[in-house]
């Protein structure tokens, strides 16, 4: 069974930090592609950022420099480090899988100005 289990999420102010973890279970992990992904009210849901097995990573262009994705395969564990948060990066966000396509149920990330 495929589990994907987001925490980290919460209320900040602009400018704050946040660390998003999500602990795979049922997959093998240091094969897959790991991303995170939101969706903001009304919105449809957006890549953030992914990392491939080899480590290479993509971002979306509103979160470079200020985002990064990273991942521990001893774990099953992928982190977003969330720096310069803005009240436009509210959102939930999902971790997903990419063997098999999987998301998480999602965690809450609210910025206020």
């Known amino acids: 069974q495929v589990q994907l289990v987001e925490s980290g999420g919460g209320a900040v102010q602009a400018g704050g930090s946040l660390r998003l973890s999500c602990v795979a279970s049922g997959i093998i992990f240091r094969f897959n592609t790991m991303g995170w992904y939101r969706q903001a009210p009304g919105k449809q849901r957006e890549m953030v950022a992914t990392?491939?097995?080899?480590?290479?990573?993509d971002y979306a262009d509103s979160v470079k420099g200020r985002f990064t994705i990273s991942r521990d395969n001893a774990k099953n564990t992928v982190y977003l480090q969330m720096n310069s948060l803005k009240p436009e990066d509210t959102a939930v966000y999902y971790c997903h899988s990419n063997r098999p396509d999987y998301w998480g149920q999602g965690t809450q990330v609210t910025v206020s100005s």
């Open positions: 990392m491939n097995s080899f480590g290479g990573t």
